[in-house]
């Protein structure tokens, strides 16, 4: 078992991808494959300077324009990918997005009609088609008043309308029909509304009055942690000092088509990791995604409405999965330090100067944003982290307790993560029974989480100790987690330390194959191999185990076994 914990709110660990810089020579087919080869890399930069070069020297290569459009929109220079949306567009080759991204120019700099126009056309895709309603809509809305708008939204056929309840809201505000506006808020936050929703529609109750609706609304958003806590705690803020937020009252055309291309691209994101998952559950292999065109929409998004918070930071959420860390952090550096979003580009920020090992760097980013807010406890605990992976484990300690005294009573559902954090730093000082202390606090808090199951099952496992009720903590962790490699090496090595290795080799088997990465997970791979008489195999396993770069403690260990194998079983 490998601890992990991810604070980010995406939830997952960023699977990073190598960047080049390739030169080859000035010809139409150099540019064309390092243009390729730049976009196999999530060189979105590179791949959009490379295929626009490839254009100019074979302008009639459709397929050439295409990509080099695309990319353009995905690097975030909307402007300079409009020659090729016209071609495209010209020669009837695309009437999806790249159609829809001429219309959106046209809204940006203010052509309104011809912006109706041209969203009142067929689009080939059905994305770009219900995109392109949306924004029909909002430019009706602008040009002719909210009650044009409104019966614009009510127009639409064959379209996703998941959206039009959030949007719809803020145009009822503006018509002056508050019961109407509340009505479609609420349908906004029970459905497809997403962050954006949800902060409107706080915004709507202490705008109106409705301070005690505003307060227990509030409330229930503190549960969801990450940036709806900080939402909520921006809005109870707000009401303690009597000033209602005016966010989302005089929405403009650009505004409301840049909320729905980003809603658009966390959606796609998030249908994405749901097909994934279900891929995974069935027992499939499956590898990242490109996330392309989510973050074209995103940078449209950004194009219409710079102060977007929330689409800057999934640009720079995109581009630190793809390991473009000076994108990602020019995308986090341009949010405002009072939106909601603020901590939590903070932390990715870190997490990028991490990856290219500016461990320092990553620090002292955490360190500032705990300064600037000492409530932000996602920083601290992420702090805390950075601090054990530099074997700085009493000042992880210090920080992990820093957000755990902070913690309301009863703390909520999420605050398993802060005693898991401080957990992993006492284990490391060799101070068991506090951590112990604190891995029962995290199930009790989350009986359910199989992470916190898990950790305090495989610790009782790893010293041979409650081993019956580590089985069943640990087993309960797979069942809600069968494809958790991490989770199945746990189960694997409970067995192992009860001495049953024929069953141990079937599950740390399992984990090896689910991840091939893990460094704890190859190692006990190799030391059931040795028990089991498969010599030869352990040594491998454990050299593939140093490869991948194991802590010091680890990296002792396995020289160790390498030189000498495991010490003999003592007979009792």
Known sequence: MTFRLSISAIGAAMALASCATIETPRTSAGDYLTGRLAAGLNDVDAAARRYGAAVALNPDDIDIVRSAFLFHVAAG???????????????????????????????????????????RGEFSEPLAQSIAFIAG??????????????????????????????????????????????????ISVASFGGPIGRA????????????????????????????????????????????????????????????????????????SAEEMQRAADAGFRVSERPFNLPLALSELAVYLDPDLAEARRLIGSIQNIYGNFDAAR??????????????????????????????????KTLKSAIKRDPRAED??????????????????????????????????ADAWRHYI???????????FADAERDLKKAVEIAPEEPIALNYLGYSWAERGVNLEEAFALIEKAVALRPQSGAIVDSLGWAHFQRGDYDE?????????????????????????????????????????????????????GLEKKLKSGLDPIEKK
Do not use: C
């Open 379 to 412: 920083a601290r605990l992420t702090l805390a982290g950075y601090y054990a992976a530099a074997n700085r484990f009493e000042e992880a300690v210090k920080e992990a307790s820093r957000a755990i005294d902070r913690l309301e009573v009863p703390p909520p």
């Open 77 to 119: 220079d909307v402007e300079g990918s409009a020659p090729y949306a016209r071609k495209l567009v010209a020669q009837d080759e695309d009437r999806g997005l790249a159609a829809l991204t001429l219309t959106l120019i046209d809204l940006k700099h203010g052509e309104l009609d011809s912006a109706r126009d041209q969203a």
């Open 200 to 271: 409107a529609y706080g915004a709507f109750l202490e705008r109106h009055g409705e301070t005690g609706a505003a307060r227990d609304y509030y409330a229930q958003l503190k549960k969801e942690g990450g940036a709806s806590r900080r939402l909520a705690n921006a809005g109870l803020g707000r009401l303690e000092k009597g000033r209602a937020s005016k966010a989302y009252e005089n929405v403009s055309a650009r505004q409301g088509v840049a909320m729905a291309l980003y809603l658009f691209a966390g959606n796609l994101i998030q249908q």
């Open 504 to 556: 141990a080799l079937i599950h740390l088997e399992q984990a090896a194959a689910l991840e091939p990465a893990d460094p704890t997970v190859t190692e006990h791979l190799g030391d059931v191999y040795w028990r089991v008489g498969r010599e030869t195999e352990a040594r491998f396993q454990w050299e593939r185990a140093l490869e991948l770069e194991p802590g010091e403690r680890a990296r002792a």
């Open 137 to 186: 809509a909002w430019i009706e809305s602008e040009i002719a008043g909210p009650a044009a708008g409104l019966s614009a939204f009510d127009l639409g056929e064959e379209v996703f309308t998941g959206f039009n309840p959030t949007f719809k809201a803020m145009l009822f505000e503006r018509k002056g029909d508050f019961d109407a506006a509340s009505a479609a808020h609420q």
């Open 421 to 431: 954090t401080r957990a992993d730093a006492l284990i490391s000082l060799d101070r």
């Open 330 to 363: 020019e995308a986090f550096a341009a949010i405002s330090p009072a939106s909601p979003e603020f901590e939590q580009a903070q932390i990715e920020i870190a997490n990028s100067l991490a990856a290219e090992k500016r461990d320092e760097e990553a620090i």
